[in-house]
Antibody, heavy 120, light 107 residues
């Protein structure tokens, strides 16, 4: 069965970086993109961007350019998101989701989410 | 950016009720809209894609409709397990955006 397993919760200091992972299983990894979504109580759900797991090409929401960097390791079927120059506003739950590459860009499977807390 | 406005923010209904949730886009999104259900403490779950297509495994009491700027998610007969927050999501043009959600409660 399709699964997206994300790494564990992170506690980080302002100004630092974190890198969270999303390991896929149960399907051909390079046949679907991986998207990342941020969820906070105040801002709700926000689309960060996606990575083409085959080519490594990326597309970002302008708001997250310079904040999020998406990468992929095809050999381990794992996608990564690095968040840099962290501020308290980056505290959120971050989800990875499998995205269809064509037609409806639906997110049909989601990871369990990673809580990132930025605090001194 | 395309703004997605969901209404009502909170909806209380009884088991067996027909429930209608609304999502209005700030411009035409050409049916490029999905609906997601999020239960407390869980990740969102895809219910409906491209306005009216039921995701595999989702009960047939869920249905979607709409066009242009106005979209609707309907639950034909509310069940206790449907208590959740429902989000619409547009991918017609970037940045892709979610609505703020409708929280569905049991009366």
């Amino acid at each position: 069965q399709v699964q997206l397993q994300q790494s564990g919760a992170e506690l980080a200091k302002p100004g630092s970086s974190v890198k969270i992972s999303c390991k896929a299983s149960g399907y051909t990894f390079t046949s679907y993109y991986i998207s990342w979504i941020k969820q906070t109580t105040g801002q709700g759900l926000e689309y960060i961007g996606y990575i083409n797991t085959g080519s490594g090409g990326t597309n970002y929401n302008e708001k997250f350019k310079g904040k999020a960097t998406l990468t992929v390791d095809k050999s381990s079927s794992t996608a990564f998101m690095q968040l840099s120059s962290l501020t308290p506003d980056d505290s959120a739950v971050y989800y990875c989701a499998r995205r269809w590459p064509y037609g409806s860009y639906r997110f049909d499977y989601w990871g369990q989410g990673v809580m990132v807390t930025v605090s001194s | 950016d395309i703004q997605m406005t969901q209404s009502p923010p909170v909806l209380s209904a009884s088991v067996g009720d027909r429930v209608t949730l609304s999502c209005k886009a700030s411009q035409n999104i050409n049916k490029n809209l999905d609906w997601y259900q999020q239960k407390h403490g869980e990740a969102p779950k895809l219910l409906i894609y491209y306005t009216n297509n039921l995701q595999t495994g989702i009960p047939s009491r869920f249905s979607g409709s709409g066009s242009g700027t106005d979209y609707t998610l309907t639950i034909s007969s509310l069940q206790p397990e449907d208590v959740a927050t429902y989000y619409c999501y547009q991918y017609n043009s970037g940045p892709y955006t979610f609505g703020a959600g409708t929280k569905l409660e049991l009366k």
